[in-house]
C-alpha cells in the first residue's frame, strides 16, 4: 500500500501559479498510476489529472487543459500538478491519488488517498 502526501497549496491571486507535490512514502510506488483531484465546498470530488507508472500518458480535465501539468520524478518518489493562470473557480481542496494496482494500463482506478491540499484562489 503507497502512502501520500500532498503538500503546496496555498493563497493566490488570479493569473498566479502554484506547484502542488503529491510525496510516497514507499519505493513501490514507481510502480502506481497517480491521479490529482480536487473538491471545492458544495461540489462533488471531482477528477483534474493523471499520470500512468511510465510516466509515459497524461489525461487532463477539460477545465485544466492547457493551464496545469502533470509530471512525476520516480527517483523522488515525487509526482507534481503545475498550475498556472489559476482562476478562482480552481479554488478547492486537491488531492493526490494511487492506483488500486500496480503497472495499470487503463485509466486510473483509486485505491489509496493522501490527505489534501488547500488551494484558494482570490480575484
Known amino acids: 500500500q503507497v502512502q501520500l502526501v500532498e503538500s503546496g497549496g496555498g493563497l493566490v491571486q488570479a493569473g498566479d501559479s502554484l506547484r502542488l507535490s503529491c510525496a510516497a512514502s514507499k519505493r513501490t510506488f514507481s510502480a502506481y498510476g497517480i491521479g490529482w483531484f480536487r473538491q471545492a465546498p458544495g461540489k462533488e470530488r471531482e477528477f483534474v489529472a493523471e499520470?500512468?507508472?511510465?510516466?509515459?500518458?497524461?489525461e487532463y480535465a477539460d477545465s485544466v487543459k492547457g493551464r496545469f501539468t502533470i509530471s512525476r520524478d520516480n527517483a523522488k518518489n515525487t509526482v507534481y500538478l503545475q498550475m498556472d493562470s489559476l482562476k478562482p473557480e480552481d479554488t478547492a481542496v486537491y488531492y493526490c491519488?494511487?492506483?488500486?494496482?500496480?503497472?495499470?494500463?487503463?485509466?486510473?482506478?483509486?485505491?489509496?488517498w493522501g490527505q489534501g491540499t488547500q488551494v484558494t484562489v482570490s480575484s
Open positions: 499520470i500512468n507508472w511510465r510516466g509515459s500518458n497524461t
Open positions: 491519488a494511487a492506483d488500486q494496482f500496480p503497472y495499470g494500463s487503463s485509466r486510473l482506478r483509486v485505491g489509496t
